[in-house]
């Protein structure tokens, strides 16, 4: 079972990648273990800082809403990113957040790298599985009233949310 997840994630991710047998290829021998991926194509990635982040991704695992979607966190430029379906129109507005779509690329682990500095929070389980945009953005809302409650409003800014075009 764990095998199947893991290639199946695996084959899933490296599809985004410029030449997936190579990438999937050093994710088995762990010679280099990050590559870039195309965003845009299967997914997009949203991209908030870590406290808002991580609270927002406790929130979303468990939420009732469902599963949550790959989230992966970068502790070196302290930054995680959630995964979710394609959106050419979609622009997401907020303070040190950026919206990764076609054209931009994202530095991506094995779907199994649980350590070092870029590693999986909730990896993506192989069957295509995103965040959705509305749990999201419900998430990082009461994330960010979370954060204000325990660490001041100064802490955090308003919640990122998807703006009108």
């Not at 295509?128 to 800014?157: I, K």
Request: net charge neutral; aromatic share 8%.
């Amino acid at each position: 079972m764990a095998l199947t997840w893991w290639t199946n994630a695996m084959d899933w991710l490296a599809a985004a990648a410029p030449d997936p047998r190579s990438c999937k290829s050093d994710w088995q021998r762990g010679t280099t273990g990050v590559h870039l991926l195309a965003a845009g194509r299967y997914w997009d990635v949203l991209i908030v800082p870590a406290c808002l982040g991580l609270r927002t991704a406790d929130i979303l695992v468990g939420s009732p809403r469902g599963k949550a979607g790959p989230v992966l966190l970068d502790s070196r430029r302290r930054c995680v990113g959630f995964f979710l379906p394609p959106g050419p129109d979609t622009v997401w507005a907020g303070e040190d957040i950026r919206y990764l779509t076609t054209g931009a690329w994202i530095a991506s682990p094995a779907p199994h790298c649980r350590w070092g500095d870029l590693r999986w929070i909730w990896p993506p389980d192989g069957t295509g599985a995103l965040n959705t945009p509305a749990a999201l953005e419900a998430a990082l809302h009461q994330a960010v009233g979370d954060l204000a409650r325990t660490h001041g409003t100064g802490h955090c800014h308003d919640a990122p949310h998807r703006a009108l075009v």
